[in-house]
């Protein structure tokens, strides 16, 4: 009941936004593409790849993340700081795992939307990459893990600013140094070890695999279930936490 609930009113939210929320979501993978794909071209060869197939996986997988992190992130901060109306949530009697639930799928839908918008787009740059039934997983994946992230930094912030320290020191740092621009085959051996540990690395190796050689990394899909199942958790803790 509160799943189907919070989807229905996500789904009628998004019906009211959506040319803005299909704008936002396509602006910044736009101007990346433009300005790192049409900029650079065809002459730069990365990995053995054009650069402009080499960026399209690593721009849908910062894509899904930011969109379904600021999906869940901004309506939950909104609805407590500002229109009170999620303390109704907390005092009604639902289960707060199934309202974690809810708000994570909606998040990750938007994701998952965002990043078939970036294949259109890619498609009309002339760009057709590879994808199949184990790249939307994968972009799943991504979406539903940031959109808990997503949950669980709203759940925990107590104004806007502790939630753009998130944006800043988290989200940001992971959609420039995940390999989503570059190869991190020329990183130091240090700094590359703690890159793989961060999530969106192995969405976008997963993601580039998939795209540009037919290839599916399990190790990397069962690291991005765990952490879905990480956050998630600390979703329904904190969301229990608030209530006492």
Known sequence: MEVGTILWREFIFFKRKAFKITAGAVMSPLLYLIAFGWGLGDGVI?????????????IIALSTMHTSFNAVSIRITVAKLHEKSFEY??????????LTLGYVIAGA???LYAGFIILIVS???????????????????NSMLFAAFGYTAAM???????????????ITPMTFL????????????????IIMILPLTHVTESLRGIALVDKINYISILVLLVYFM?????????????IK
């Open 230 to 242: 990480v956050f998630f958790a600390m979703g329904v803790y904190v969301s229990y936490k608030e």
């Open 46 to 58: 990365v990995e053995g790849h054009s650069y402009i197939y080499f960026i399209i996986p690593g």
């Open 156 to 170: 925990i912030i107590d104004n806007h600013y502790d939630m753009n320290r998130f944006t800043t020191f988290v």
């Open 109 to 111: 839908l938007r994701g």
């Open 89 to 98: 949530y907390m005092t009604a009697p639902v289960k707060m795992y199934l």
């Open 123 to 141: 498609y009309m740059f002339g760009v057709h990459i590879h994808f199949n039934i184990a790249f939307i997983l994968v972009c799943f994946l």
């Open 178 to 193: 995940c390999g989503t621009f570059f190869s991190l085959d020329k990183m130091p051996i240090a700094v590359k070890k």
